[in-house]
């Protein structure tokens, strides 16, 4: 499946919400998700973005991509140890995350040991603009499958 051009207008097969994807997320597992902003009712308030998996979404037209600025260049793929240059904190990539505008952020999560990526009181997780991460060393390799992955909306109601 070919990824979607950010600024493109994508409507869900699933719910029929239609918007512009604003922002793609890499996730460790593969998945693909997208930041879908729908356009304002009123035009006066921003309504909230979805965040929907790549695989629920279909090209309307082409929206405002001639306006999307390309991503910045980045040599890190998810599962990279790194360590941020400016305060040291250093982790594995878990998610890469593209904006509309070209910024390429990454989110590092804390590896304490063994293999378990959260123990005791490791932080969640900082999301740090690529160009101040620096390359440690490969830190988690997630096996390739060719089934998909995602899951349900972070909306959901769960019990």
Known sequence: MNKIPLGSRVRCVLSGLTGIAATETLQINGNIRYDVQPKSEDGKSMPEAWVIDMQSL??????????????????FNTGDKVVDQVTGH?????????????????????R????????????????????????????????????????????????
């Open 112 to 159: 304490k040991s063994g293999n378990a990526l959260l123990t005791d009181a490791a932080p969640g997780g900082s999301m740090l603009p690529v160009e101040r991460l620096k390359y440690v060393g490969k830190g988690l390799t997630i096996p390739a499958t060719d089934k998909p992955t995602g899951g349900p909306s972070a909306r959901a109601v769960r019990i």
């Open 58 to 75: 279909e090209v309307v037209d082409a929206g405002i991509s001639e306006r999307a600025t390309a991503p910045r260049t980045h040599t």
């Open 90 to 110: 250093e982790g594995i990539v878990t998610e890469l995350i593209t904006f509309l505008n070209g910024c390429v952020f990454a989110n590092v999560v804390p």
